[in-house]
């Protein structure tokens, strides 16, 4: 069942729209910046989460909204996403146009717009979940990945397992943070909708498993030949 809004208990206070040019106006002010508490938000994604999303709950009680006023989050976020392609490209030896090609497909496409496309409604703060969620993803893709990518790319049963094992905790955790992140909404109901895809995920683990499907070969191929 998708989640749906609880009788009785109508979104009122999601008022997101005078709140948005505050946030972009934020973006270039970097003063006005909490990054200590940013960093703070990634450490306890990846060990806690729970305690992000009670934080969010404060949030809510003293400031009336759900979503960040901070851009942070964002920025710092995808100055990471940057650094860590660039990484990618350098080690693997590919021209500069297609380094900044890539650097900015990885920044804005796969953070940034399925991001904004994933948050259909109450969208700022759907898309405050989606960086929440994304930020172990990253850890986990970006930075674990390329510090192990010579054993998972090898040839062999151990790199295709390890690959897929790395693909599916990733995926899976990312799809959980969603899960806390629309949970602490007390207007939304049926919200365990979106741990279903974890069950998904688990299921076509072993398939791809047998089939000596690599993810890290795939992705890296496809991005650097």
Same mark, same amino acid.
């Given at each position: 069942?998708? %989640? ?6 109508? %979104? ?19 003063? *006005? ?13 990846? +060990?806690? =989460? ?14 009336? *909204? ?36 890539? /650097? ?5 496409? &796969? ?18 979940? &989606? ?13 674990? *990945? ?37 949970? /602490? ?6 919200? +365990?909708?979106?741990?279903? =895809? ?7 683990? =072993? ?8 993810? +890290? ?9």
């Amino acid at each position: 069942m998708l %989640p749906t809004v609880s009788r009785g208990r109508p %979104p009122s206070t999601f008022r997101q729209s005078p709140l948005f040019p505050q946030y972009l106006r934020r973006i270039i002010k970097w003063q *006005q910046m909490d990054i200590e508490y940013t960093f703070w938000q990634m450490l306890h994604l990846c +060990t806690s =989460p729970k305690v992000v999303y009670q934080h969010t709950k404060y949030h809510k009680q003293t400031k009336n *909204q759900w979503a960040r006023d901070d851009p942070a989050f964002v920025v710092i976020c995808s100055f990471l996403l940057a650094v860590a392609a660039s990484a990618y490209c350098a080690a693997y030896d590919v021209s500069v146009a297609h380094a900044g090609f890539t /650097v900015l497909s990885v920044v804005l496409v &796969h953070f940034l717009l399925i991001g904004i496309f994933l948050a259909t409604c109450c969208w700022l703060y759907a898309f405050d979940v &989606h960086c929440n969620s994304f930020f172990p993803l990253f850890v986990a893709l970006y930075v674990i *990945q390329y510090f192990v990518s010579p054993l998972l790319v090898a040839q062999g049963f151990v790199p295709v397992l390890l690959s897929n094992l790395l693909f599916m905790v990733a995926f899976s955790y990312y799809q959980y943070l969603n899960f806390l992140g629309y949970d /602490v909404l007390p207007f939304l109901d049926k919200t +365990t909708f979106f741990l279903y =895809p974890i069950g998904f995920i688990i299921i076509l683990f =072993p398939f791809l498993v047998l089939a000596s499907f690599n993810p +890290t070969r795939y992705v890296l191929s496809f991005y650097y030949g």
